[in-house]
Structure formats: C-alpha cells, structure tokens
C-alpha cells in the first residue's frame, strides 16, 4: 500500500484534544483522523436525538461510576465474608 504525506495546521490545544481522543480510543493520533475522514459525511446531519442522549449520558457519568464503585466495595466485602466462611469451615487454608 502507497501512503502519501498530509500535513494540516491547528492550535496546540486542537492537537492536545486529538491525542486525547485518540489515546482514549486506543489509536494513533493519524488513525483517529484517518477514521474521522472516512466517517465524515458532509450531507448527514447528528440527529437531535443523539445529540440530547449523549448529553444526558454524559450528565449521567458521574454517578454511574459511583454506583460501579460501590458495586465494587461490596463485591469485595462479601469476597471477604465468603473467604472467612470458607476458612471457619476447614475448605480453605
């Protein structure tokens, strides 16, 4: 395959947020723009509906990952209950 070179201009930040993006995606900062062009339809429009679901996902996030901590911290505590009960028990040493 034949690659040719595209140089674009953009602010230290727009860069920084790219990386950003891309790292959280677990690409190269090339391949996230590699991907954002093949996707790019000029003609299609984001749905308003998309657009209020990830605002209200994003609204939610916080809370989902306090309820997961949670739900962590007492998958733990019963580990710990299960394994002193197991130890009382003579089936584990």
């Not at 230290?12 to 790019?40: C, H, T, W, Y």
């Not at 679901?53 to 710990?80: F, Q």
């Amino acid at each position: 395959m034949q690659t040719a070179r595209v140089t674009i201009l953009m602010t230290p930040d727009r860069k920084s947020a790219i990386e950003r993006d891309a790292a959280q995606m677990g690409v190269s900062s090339g391949e996230f723009i590699r991907l954002a062009v093949d996707n790019f339809d000029p003609d299609r429009q984001t749905a308003p509906e998309l657009v209020a679901l990830v605002a209200e996902v994003k609204e939610l996030l916080p809370a989902i990952g306090a309820s997961l901590d949670r739900s962590a911290d007492r998958l733990g505590a019963t580990h710990g209950r299960v394994d002193r009960l197991l130890r009382d028990m003579g089936l584990r040493p």
